[in-house]
């Protein structure tokens, strides 16, 4: 048996020093200054008044005003407007920060009265006009429940508050997860809230109106980390804008920084502004970001006294194949990737990527013999030989997939990263040639264990020790059903479960790594027989109990489905470039 082994992936950190700067999931190649101002800008909308969509509408201290880059005018003085909404092109809801008050502006005039609150006095009391009260209350948005509310949050209170257009009544929304609320903006059905204190909290209404909440992205300490939600960590953080489809900006005031926010994914990432393809600190904002707005990818940055604009390159995936020879009795030749590391090929094809301002761009590096061998066809099979072509798919999360090749006449599983594999096996006294394809489809099914439950949402999310203690079984379980897949599949270690729990049913989800073609509607049956089986005759995981500490009763039982079956295995679409199992749930929503 002849096997080109190769690690592709796996031997790029050998050797290389790494510095702190970090890959930019984007990278904005032109920034300049749209605007000197004397004062902080704190939030930044399209005017609605102007129909050529040529003008800002700017809040700052102590004005509110609108320009267009060149010239400016002043609406209103006197006013601390860290927050505003446009609820129609000649009326404008905006918060008088320091007053602890709300307003409403009509363009006719350009006078604000008050809507609600008491202007000049602090507290924090629901009620009707001039009794309600609010504590430093920062940013607005209409209630896309009800347009004829809006929502406040109310900085100092650590509250999301409303407030009645019509009767002008100040009510309590919710009051808990805040710390310092500040921007905040719709995302579909819920709400995404800037904490100044170093979070983004989540808030959804159920169907009877209830209102939910979670401490979504970011930790209760302050730091500058990226990757996935849990994990992740800002300084101060003050408002948000949606770049694209599931991706969000964010502005971190402390860290002198933008934020990505992948929500498909459910990852924070790097955001650079000057072109660079790591972020530096060269990719500091010279005085923390306040407000940003997004208009067709051209993003306004509001800071102590600019307003910048940034742009990304027209250019879209600019990378070239890279081609290579072996010399004369070699087996690989080293080739210089485009971030800059050297690795060794063997003689093939391989398919590589690299991200591009949110782009996924595919080139290839191919390696060929300084002279062909006719006898030997990279692609074709002899059609003498026994050996069949095999074709794998591999995980976006792994490094290489097991396959299950010959070597010397027997059968073994060999890992493979993506890429054509050139192997040779003796038959008959001949050198037959096959090979072995790995590759990663843009859409993909992976198979997953699954698994209902009647439980309380609000029980399932009650505090962080619940959303604890379930992801703790969670995993258990997860080292329970590796001895159900056996050989035949496995739990990747790198792959977590994930759960959504609605309309109080807990779903549950077991990834394998299992891939499949989007087109493939059911698992292969001789696999689902198997794995059938084996549940079958599992003790522990025929009823796959749960303990949720706060449910009643605690400790619950999966349901069983049609075919009276309490574990089920499913076909999960995915997405091309998912980095961990959470946000699995997201793509499939």
């Given at each position: 048996?002849?096997?080109?082994?190769?690690?592709?992936f796996?031997?790029?950190?050998?050797?290389?020093?790494?510095?702190?700067?970090?890959?930019?999931?984007?990278?904005?190649?032109?920034?300049?200054?749209?605007l000197?101002?004397?004062?902080?800008?704190?939030?930044?909308?399209?005017?609605?008044?102007?129909?050529?969509?040529?003008h800002?509408?700017?809040?700052?201290?102590?004005?509110?005003?609108?320009?267009?880059?060149?010239?400016?005018?002043?609406?209103?003085?006197?006013?601390?407007?860290?927050?505003?909404?446009?609820?129609?092109?000649?009326?404008?809801?905006?918060v008088?920060?320091?007053?602890?008050?709300?307003?409403?502006?009509?363009?006719?005039?350009?006078?604000?009265?008050?809507?609600?609150?008491?202007?000049?006095?602090?507290?924090?009391?629901?009620?009707?006009?001039?009794?309600?009260?609010?504590?430093?209350?920062?940013?607005?948005?209409?209630?896309?429940?009800?347009?004829?509310?809006?929502?406040?949050?109310?900085?100092?209170?650590?509250?999301l508050?409303?407030?009645?257009?019509?009767?002008?009544?100040?009510?309590?929304?919710?009051?808990?997860r805040?710390?310092?609320?500040?921007?905040?903006?719709?995302?579909?059905?819920?709400?995404?809230?800037?904490?100044?204190?170093?979070?983004?909290t989540?808030?959804?209404?159920?169907?009877?109106?209830?209102?939910?909440?979670?401490?979504?992205?970011?930790?209760?300490?302050?730091?500058?980390?990226?990757?996935?939600?849990?994990?992740?960590?800002?300084?101060?953080?003050?408002?948000?804008?949606?770049?694209?489809?599931?991706?969000y900006?964010?502005?971190?005031?402390?860290?002198?920084?933008?934020?990505?926010?992948?929500?498909?994914?459910?990852?924070?990432?790097?955001?650079?502004?000057?072109?660079?393809?790591?972020?530096?600190?060269?990719?500091?904002?010279?005085?923390?970001?306040?407000?940003?707005?997004?208009?067709?990818?051209?993003?306004?940055?509001?800071?102590?006294?600019?307003?910048?604009?940034?742009?990304?390159?027209?250019?879209?995936?600019?990378y070239?194949?890279?081609?290579?020879?072996?010399?004369?009795?070699?087996?690989?030749?080293?080739?210089?990737?485009?971030?800059?590391?050297?690795?060794?090929?063997?003689?093939?094809?391989?398919?590589?990527?690299?991200?591009?301002?949110?782009?996924?761009?595919?080139?290839?590096?191919?390696?060929?013999?300084?002279?062909?061998?006719?006898?030997?066809?990279?692609?074709?099979?002899?059609?003498?030989?026994?050996?069949?072509?095999?074709?794998?798919?591999?995980?976006?999360?792994?490094?290489?997939?097991?396959?299950?090749?010959?070597?010397?006449?027997?059968?073994?599983?060999?890992?493979?990263?993506?890429?054509?594999?050139?192997?040779?096996?003796?038959?008959?006294?001949?050198?037959?040639?096959?090979?072995?394809?790995?590759?990663?489809?843009?859409?993909?099914?992976?198979?997953?264990?699954?698994?209902?439950?009647?439980?309380?949402?609000?029980?399932?999310?009650?505090?962080?020790?619940?959303?604890?203690?379930?992801?703790s079984?969670?995993?258990?379980?997860?080292?329970?059903?590796?001895?159900?897949?056996?050989?035949?599949?496995?739990?990747?270690?790198e792959?977590?479960?994930?759960?959504?729990?609605?309309?109080?049913?807990?779903?549950?989800?077991?990834?394998?790594?299992?891939?499949?073609?989007?087109?493939?509607?059911?698992?292969?049956?001789?696999?689902?027989?198997?794995?059938?089986?084996?549940?079958?005759?599992?003790?522990?995981l025929?009823?796959?109990?749960?303990?949720?500490?706060?449910?009643?009763?605690p400790?619950?039982?999966?349901?069983?489905?049609?075919?009276?079956?309490?574990?089920?295995?499913?076909?999960?679409?995915?997405?091309?470039?998912?980095?961990?199992?959470?946000?699995?749930n997201?793509?499939?929503?």
């Open positions: 048996m002849k096997f080109e082994k190769i690690l592709i796996a031997v790029i950190a050998c050797g290389v020093k790494f510095t702190k700067d970090v890959e930019a999931r984007i990278s904005f190649q032109k920034f300049e200054v749209f000197n101002t004397d004062y902080p800008v704190d939030h930044m909308e399209l005017d609605k008044y102007y129909d050529n969509c040529t800002l509408l700017v809040g700052s201290w102590p004005h509110l005003f609108t320009t267009n880059g060149y010239s400016s005018s002043i609406l209103s003085t006197l006013i601390f407007a860290t927050g505003f909404t446009q609820v129609n092109k000649t009326h404008i809801v905006l008088d920060h320091d007053a602890h008050c709300v307003r409403i502006l009509d363009r006719k005039d350009n006078v604000p009265h008050i809507l609600a609150g008491t202007c000049g006095s602090s507290g924090f009391s629901d009620g009707g006009f001039g009794e309600g009260t609010f504590n430093y209350p920062y940013g607005v948005v209409v209630d896309k429940r009800n347009p004829e509310r809006i929502l406040v949050t109310d900085m100092y209170n650590h509250a508050r409303s407030v009645d257009l019509n009767t002008r009544m100040l009510s309590t929304v919710y009051k808990i805040f710390s310092g609320p500040q921007g905040l903006i719709w995302v579909g059905d819920f709400l995404l809230v800037a904490n100044y204190h170093h979070y983004i989540k808030i959804w209404w159920n169907k009877a109106g209830g209102v939910r909440s979670n401490k979504w992205i970011g930790s209760t300490t302050a730091g500058d980390r990226d990757g996935g939600f849990n994990i992740a960590k800002f300084q101060s953080l003050h408002e948000m804008t949606n770049f694209r489809s599931k991706l900006l964010v502005t971190d005031y402390g860290n002198k920084k933008l934020k990505l926010l992948d929500l498909r994914k459910q990852v924070v990432d790097p955001v650079c502004f000057k072109g660079e393809d790591f972020c530096s600190s060269s990719s500091l904002f010279p005085s923390g970001p306040l407000s940003i707005l997004n208009i067709k990818e051209e993003v306004y940055v509001g800071t102590e006294n600019t307003i910048y604009k940034l742009s990304l390159s027209n250019l879209r995936c600019p070239k194949n890279i081609s290579a020879t072996l010399a004369p009795g070699e087996t690989t030749a080293k080739v210089k990737l485009l971030d800059g590391y050297f690795v060794d090929f063997p003689e093939g094809v391989y398919k590589m990527k690299k991200m591009y301002n949110l782009e996924m761009c595919v080139y290839h590096v191919v390696v060929k013999r300084s002279e062909p061998k006719h006898h030997d066809s990279w692609f074709n099979l002899d059609p003498e030989c026994t050996y069949k072509n095999i074709t794998s798919f591999r995980s976006p999360h792994l490094l290489s997939v097991a396959v299950n090749v010959t070597i010397s006449g027997k059968s073994v599983w060999r890992g493979f990263p993506e890429g054509v594999f050139r192997m040779a096996e003796e038959y008959n006294s001949k050198t037959c040639i096959y090979h072995v394809h790995v590759e990663t489809p843009l859409n993909q099914k992976r198979l997953s264990f699954k698994a209902d439950y009647e439980a309380s949402c609000d029980a399932v999310d009650f505090n962080d020790y619940s959303r604890l203690m379930l992801r079984i969670l995993k258990q379980r997860k080292q329970q059903l590796q001895s159900i897949c056996a050989q035949n599949c496995e739990l990747p270690v792959i977590d479960p994930f759960y959504n729990c609605t309309n109080d049913v807990l779903t549950i989800h077991w990834p394998t790594d299992k891939l499949y073609p989007a087109t493939t509607s059911l698992p292969p049956a001789d696999l689902t027989n198997q794995l059938n089986q084996r549940l079958a005759q599992s003790a522990i025929k009823s796959l109990e749960l303990y949720i500490p706060f449910n009643l009763p400790l619950i039982s999966a349901k069983k489905n049609s075919e009276e079956k309490m574990i089920q295995l499913v076909l999960l679409p995915t997405c091309a470039d998912e980095s961990d199992a959470a946000q699995m997201i793509c499939h929503s």
